[in-house]
């Protein structure tokens, strides 16, 4: 099993998108690199905490390589638009891509370089190491299979 961690805005939504591709085993919501310790979600709404609200994916190569899980990705997320996906806004909401392995940093520059492609305007999307992460409280854990007509600002169909 693989595992990157992805900011795209709320992570509801994202985790959402996740869940329901061939070859994911497991999604997880919670708080990446930011600076404070036990991070609860009012901190990193209302305080400078750092944090990103993001979906550990975790899922099976033999099954959905890195490559098209980014794929994925990028086609659900506005990746020239800082600190903001749909109608959330704050450094929370921010786009990143942040790995566990150094060995997986060339297959995500190769698909943000391709994406990079159909845009005029440049990517913003942070591409760094996953320095400290947090799971989200549990209420946020599958958020959308809970709440159905829950906020989302990707279009799940």
Not at 37 to 56: H, L, S
Not at 61 to 72: F, H, P
Not at 112 to 131: F, G, H, M, S
Request: one cysteine or more; glycine letters at 8%.
């Amino acid at each position: 099993m693989k595992e990157i961690v992805l900011a795209g805005g709320c992570f509801w939504g994202v985790e959402e998108f996740m869940s329901r591709l061939d070859g994911v085993i497991s999604t997880e919501v919670g708080y990446a690199n930011g600076r404070t310790e036990n991070p609860t979600y009012e901190d990193i709404c209302t305080k400078d905490t750092g944090y990103a609200e993001v979906c550990k994916v975790t899922f099976n190569e033999d099954i959905i390589s890195l490559r098209e899980l980014l794929i994925e990705f990028w086609g659900i997320i506005n990746p020239t638009v800082l600190n903001r996906q749909g109608n959330d806004i704050g450094s929370q909401y921010r786009t990143g891509i942040y790995y566990t392995k150094e060995s997986d940093i060339d297959t995500i520059i190769l698909t943000r370089d391709n994406e990079q492609a159909i845009y005029t305007k440049p990517i913003v999307t942070e591409i760094k190491p996953l320095i400290t992460y947090h799971k989200a409280e549990e209420y946020h854990q599958h958020y959308l299979k809970k709440n159905p007509n829950g906020y989302c600002h990707i279009e799940l169909n």
